[in-house]
């Protein structure tokens, strides 16, 4: 129910999928959706799929990895280019490599999901990368319009996305705050840095969440998307307008200031400076969470690790600008 008591309408509820079913493995996921108010289309081709996709208007795209004749990589291109593309949720076997899945995420699949998998679980991902699909036609709709809105927006998508995990609800929260107090004794504009800040980890959204805490180790896919989850996010947020500085500031907030971040290996100036900036508020703020395997660091420990990685981790300035304002507002990781 909604807060004024009317019925809570699903995001999917009245939205076309087309759903690849090789083996119609997918019988109780679709019931699932329909049950949600989905319009359920199912295919048994990659082939059938294009030419469904050519004839007839789709909000979502539900496909396997590996499909015969025409890949997967091919459907994804083609859907793609349409004039009004669905949102695409690709489907991956466990054991599948975990360059495959993260190629299909940068040619444009917005989400995946690891198999054996519930009909619950593909609910929740098809109605997050709805709400995904409706921003980016919010952004195209509005052209002219500064993204601001619209990110602002996608951050909401993101903080209802970590509430529901113990170890991150209110990580982006927390960071966009911490970078907010940072941005001023650095010369960068706070406003933009929030921006970035509260879709820095949108590229998470690809990562299965039982992945994350599941206790055992984390599978070969899984990994290789948390390595490349910055690049997802940038391309993501690019999609919907965001202007280039907060593009390159997502797609650079897991580099080090000595060269041994990630995706790219930048180091020291060439990394961009909101992104060394968002990149230190993004650590503190995991610092200030507790993880399964620690508790949460205390602000004397938190200024410790600034000062342990001055100049390695992160930026002189950056590390020093921390200190400071840490050291004057200590509430910031209380």
Not at 14 to 26: E, M, N, P, T
Not at 160 to 187: H, N
Request: charged fraction near 20%.
């Amino acid at each position: 129910m909604t807060r004024d008591g009317a019925p809570a309408v699903a995001p999917v509820a009245g939205r076309r999928v087309l759903v690849v079913d090789l083996g119609r493995a997918l019988a109780a996921a679709v019931r699932r959706l329909e049950r949600d108010g989905a319009i359920c289309v199912a295919v048994h081709s990659g082939a059938e799929a294009m030419e469904r996709l050519a004839a007839e208007p789709f909000d979502l795209l539900v496909t396997d990895l590996e499909l015969p004749g025409r890949s997967a990589l091919e459907l994804i291109e083609a859907a793609r280019v349409l004039a009004e593309p669905p949102a695409i949720i690709v489907l991956a076997p466990a054991g599948a490599g975990a360059e495959g899945v993260a190629d299909a995420l940068v040619h444009g699949a917005d989400g995946c999901l690891l198999k054996p998998f519930d009909a619950e679980q593909l609910a929740r991902e098809v109605a997050v990368v709805a709400e995904l699909r409706s921003l980016r036609a919010a952004a195209a709709a509005a052209a002219l319009l500064a993204a601001g809105p619209i990110l602002t927006v996608l951050g909401e998508v993101v903080n209802a996305f970590e509430s529901a995990d113990p170890f991150r609800a209110g990580f982006s929260s927390r960071t966009a705050r911490l970078a907010v107090a940072f941005a001023q004794p650095l010369g960068l504009d706070g406003e933009r840095l929030a921006l970035a800040a509260r879709v820095h980890d949108v590229g998470m959204l690809a990562v299965p969440p039982t992945e994350l805490h599941s206790g055992a180790a984390m599978a070969r896919a899984a990994q290789h998307l948390i390595r490349v989850h910055p690049t997802l996010g940038a391309r993501w947020i690019e999609r919907l307008g965001a202007d280039r500085a907060i593009v390159a500031a997502v797609a650079a907030h897991q580099e080090r200031f000595d060269g041994n971040g990630y995706p790219g290996g930048l180091a020291g100036e060439d990394i961009p400076p909101l992104a060394r900036a968002l990149g230190t508020a993004a650590a503190i703020a995991a610092m200030c969470a507790p993880r399964p395997w620690r508790g949460r660091r205390e602000p004397v420990a938190v200024l410790d690790e600034l000062s342990a990685g001055r100049g390695s981790q992160f930026g002189i300035a950056e590390a020093d600008a921390a200190i400071d304002v840490l050291r004057r507002s200590p509430a910031l990781v209380g």
